[in-house]
């Protein structure tokens, strides 16, 4: 589980961590919608100065990022792997015994691998300088607007939450049972496939039981404390835009229009 | 010599930042045929010691000698199924590990698991609800609708019915009521007396140690603090008082009345001792 | 004055009665405390005050409201509850945002919740952990930031349903220390839910409950020496009950006294009269 990367918060004491969540989310979404606007390899490497240079900011690793961006390297090879059988057009590259790689397989792959790869890089970035709960909160707060037209913009953010705070505990109980099972002669790894089944069984069935007693008492917990999913609510958490986080949007605002601008006018 | 720690540490995550040693080189020998108590404040490494008992955790050094079966830190142990039906380990709150539709079935799943056939396994499932008092009326019925301390009696039934020497029990009566935890100690009481099973139970209640056990072991960050029997245990109050035991109120009431200049002896341990003690003091 | 009171209230589970006809009153400023064994029905009455559960007969009033469906939130500003599994009831992601839950429902003003989170984590000693996650806590430590969080909202009345039964030693001989000094301090009342007969002994009133029904009720001195009938109800008796008997047994003959120390006294008294 510690090896998992992706999706992780890293706690260190960075501007890009101290800014506004809404503004990371809404400069990852401009972002997002700039790489998938084709602005050419000339337009990517701007995007990837700029992004680097939040990587940099935000104190983070290059091999914190390596290893966010390994799981992909699988299907990055699998898509090189078809688009060298199936693209046939463009200028022959190399020419192994009558087997012809194209010009347009590699640059299309290549191409698709840039934007892959800037894409997970910012995610990664948001979620490694922001708090899960943080997130959360600017969600609900982004989503709010969208209330008008029947968006539970808190029901959702009280989910996700609470899903957030309950993981580890039901990690730690899923543990447990586990535990308590293997005394009881479950096998997890050999055995027949009846006999998996039954191991599977035997975790999953006593997981839900107590899931289901835990939300019940949470449920009960949570209305005792007077909670009314429709009432009104004073939230602790207040977040607040600074200059940093304008001057943050500026740039990034300022980066995309540029580059739709030189798109449109085709000038790269 | 039925179960023997010989220089056991056991780490947590070694080698990370979160690397945290639970266990540092005991020695530990427990004797067979007897109820020991395993007491110490929470965090101190009792359930660790306990799961080393079947394996579940292995030693990151030294090494463990369960009946006749030898756990080291080196190699993962190959007869790992015959050691886990020897040493039958019940944790906390074992009434999350039913699972099957009837309480029968839940019962005749461990020795299942153990390769036992399927009649032979409701015979010794059957046998085992008997111990802990569940007639046949229980058999076909869902080990969910029932109460809280009989679903834990089906869950300690799931391990009696795998037929193990050794019973360990992690903090058993956790959750119960008095007259519920006095039963189900009184079921232990019976399993070792009547069975002759070694029973291991961890526990924070000195009343209950007071009244069933017969060794007491106190572990303190991860060493063995004290190793000894219960006379000798309740004898010295500042040994309980070191350890941040509160003692049980027989013992507080021999210190009170000692401390008001009543001639009571160390060895006083039941109500009806007391009493004679305190006459002959009037007298 | 009346704080509590329930009027023949009745609840039924799968058409089975779990509480019938249940009346009793509870003082304000009191500690009482409900003892009964498992399934006698006790912690359904706190889930009945609280509005949880939905009664099937009779009446509830808290501080002179009657619960009802209009008025279920102004009495859940009145009286806080502390549940038995301490992490069932840990709703934030830290200790200051756990604390705050109940000042975001009642709509505290902004600008107070703070100092009120503060204060409070002080109050039951949690301080140096506000921005801890629960699962770095111990189940003694969850407890004690579930009882700030009741605190924070200012109720007159607290419930504790079995609020240390989960807890080691340690966590329970502190979340018991706390409680005695909320009551003391702050007058306020205290209905605790438990099985712990010495926890009766040391309180105002006791009720028990025993299949469903109010069994008995009265002071503890009143009460607690009803030996035979505290075992029929599966119930222990004091120690200094069993220590009395024992000694008229053996022809000592003592009053008794709930209290251990009270009991030592006698028997100083005693052998000074010889």
Sequence with gaps: ?268 | MPIEFKQVSHEYSPNTPFAYKALNEIDLELAEGKITAIVGATGSGKTTIVQHLNALLLPTQGEIVVVDKTIKSTEKPKNLKALRKQVGLVFQFPEYQLFEETILKDVAFGPKNFGVSEEDAQEKAKEALKMVGLDETFYERSPLDLSGGQKRRVAIAGILAMDPQVLVLDEPTAGLDPQGAKQMMGLFEMLNKKHGKTILVVTHDMEHVLDYCDEVVVVERGKIAMHVSKEEFFEDASLMVKANINPPAIIRMRTMLQEKGFAIPNTVLSLEALVKALKKGVA | MKVIELKNVSFKYDEEYVVKNVSFSIEKGSYTTIIGHNGSGKSTIAKLIMGLLEKEKGQIFVDGLELNLENLYKIREKIGIVFQNPDNQFIGSTVRDDIAFGLENHCIPHEQMDPLILKFAEKVGMLNYLDSEPTKLSGGQKQRVAIAGVLAMYFNVIIFDEATSMLDPQGKKEINELIEEIHREKNITIVSITHDIEEAVKSDYVIVMDKGKVAMEGKPEEILLREKELIQMQLDIPFTLKFKNELKKQGVNVETNLKMEGMVDALCQLNLNK
């Excluded at chain 1, 890089?121 to 959360?136: G, R, V």
């Excluded at chain 1, 449920?219 to 007077?226: C, H, K, L, S, V």
């Design chain 1, 1 to 268: 589980m510690k090896n998992i990367v992706l999706g992780r918060y890293i706690p260190l004491d960075s501007v890009i961590h101290k800014m506004d969540p809404r503004a990371k989310i809404i400069a990852m979404i401009t972002l997002l919608v700039a790489i998938f606007i084709d602005t050419g390899y000339i337009g990517y490497g701007i995007i990837a100065a700029f992004i680097l240079c939040a990587v940099f900011l935000a104190k983070l690793k290059l091999d914190f990022v390596w290893k966010a961006l390994k799981p992909m390297l699988f299907m990055l090879c699998f898509l090189l792997v078809i688009n060298v059988l199936v693209l046939k057009t463009g200028y022959v590259l190399v020419d192994i015994f009558g087997f012809k790689i194209y010009s347009d397989a590699i640059f299309q792959t290549l191409y698709i691998v840039i934007r892959l790869v800037l894409m997970i890089i910012i995610t990664t970035l948001l979620t490694a300088s922001t708090k899960p709960m943080d997130l959360t909160i600017a969600i609900e707060d982004l989503l709010s607007p969208f209330k008008v037209i029947g968006v539970p913009a808190h029901d959702i953010a009280m989910m996700i939450s609470i899903a957030l705070r309950f993981i580890p505990t039901l990690l730690e109980e899923s543990q447990r049972i586990m535990k308590a099972q293997e005394s009881r002669g479950v096998d997890l790894q050999e055995g027949s496939f009846k006999e998996k089944v039954m191991a599977i069984l035997s975790l999953i069935v006593p997981l839900f039981v107590s899931s289901f007693q835990r939300a019940d008492d949470l449920a009960n917990a949570m209305e005792a404390r007077g909670y009314n999913p429709g009432g009104k609510r004073v939230r602790y958490k207040q977040l607040k835009f600074v200059l940093r986080d304008y001057i943050m949007l500026l740039c990034v605002f300022g980066l995309v229009a540029g580059l739709i601008a030189t798109k449109v006018t085709g000038i790269l």
